[in-house]
């Protein structure tokens, strides 16, 4: 008993001191409420931008936790995949792995291999975002997916010095926070929704040929320029050769020559089509 009301007696005091403070102090840590008007616009700035590509990243998120919900996964296990790996890609890749009961390190290297772009990406912007602490990084490298990429480096083709980014109050990072907030809330609401109804959809609506009526319309407004465009041909062209690989490899050399070819028409002369 005094144990219990001692316990008691901290809990009051501590909720009374806490009642007792200005409200600003108890929300002056939280993300956006504890940024300048400029940081908390740019993040709005970023949210909207990505607003625009928000039917392709639901609809395709949908497909995703529809085929997840559809596996031998449990709800908890696909929920789980959703939120951990957020990679619709890779969550998909994995998914016949995972059925047809291929062992874990096998399952790992294919959901690596079909995310080496992302490799690629992080080589493009770690320049734009080399001045936040690591855990910083490390999180907006979990948030960060293709849109969010592309769509902050279309806008900012350019590093930052120090004293520009000091002078605009860090605006480009709290724009790719308003992108990778939009991005990852947009997705993981469709991913969320389609494992939920999963159990409501006959399996003869043919999920799979949606899943990739879905994928083509994620990565078709990506080919703005002559490199993706070549790039998406030829892997086009590899996968399809290379079909009766084992193992999915097609995918892997279609990805490698795609990032090769990508490269070199990047570097080639501008007047080159």
């Known amino acids: 008993m005094p144990c219990s009301f001692e316990s008691g007696a901290l ?5 009374n001191e806490a009642l007792s403070m200005p409200l600003y102090s108890l ?7 504890s940024w300048t008007p400029p940081q908390q616009q740019a993040w709005r700035d970023g949210l909207r931008t990505m607003s625009g590509s928000a039917v392709t990243i639901f609809s395709w998120a949908l497909v995703t936790g529809l085929a997840m919900g559809k596996s ?14 957020f990679a619709g890609t890779a969550q998909l890749a994995a998914l016949p792995l995972i059925a047809a009961g291929f062992s874990v390190s096998t399952i790992l290297v294919t959901a690596f291999v079909v995310n080496l772009r992302f490799i690629i990406f992080s080589v493009g912007i770690q320049a734009h975002f080399s001045h936040l602490p690591y855990w910083r990084r ?24 120090a004293q520009e980014r000091s002078a ?10 308003g992108l990778a907030t939009g991005n990852w809330t947009i997705w993981q609401s469709g991913s969320i929704l389609g494992i939920i109804f999963a159990s409501q959809i006959p399996d003869s ?7 990739t009526l879905a994928l083509i319309a994620v990565i078709v407004p990506m080919l703005d320029h002559r490199a993706a465009r070549w790039a998406a041909l030829v892997a086009a062209v590899v996968a399809v050769l290379a079909y009766s690989l084992p193992l999915k490899l097609n995918l892997s050399l279609a990805i490698f020559a795609a990032i090769l070819v990508g490269i070199l028409a990047d570097r080639s002369p501008k007047g080159v089509r």
Do not use: C, H, I
Not at 72 to 85: H, N, Y
Not at 141 to 150: E, I, Q
């Open 138 to 161: 490390v999180l907006l490298g979990y948030f960060t997916a293709d849109f969010g990429n592309l769509m902050f480096t279309n806008r900012f083709p350019e590093v930052q010095t």
């Open 168 to 177: 605009d109050d860090y605006y480009r990072t709290y724009f790719m926070y």
């Open 205 to 211: 609506w043919g999920l799979e040929f949606a899943g």
């Open 27 to 33: 929300t002056s840590k939280l993300p956006y409420l």
């Open 72 to 85: 031998p996964l449990s709800t908890d296990q696909a929920l789980a995949m959703s939120l951990l790996v």
């Open 11 to 15: 809990g009051r005091a501590f909720y």
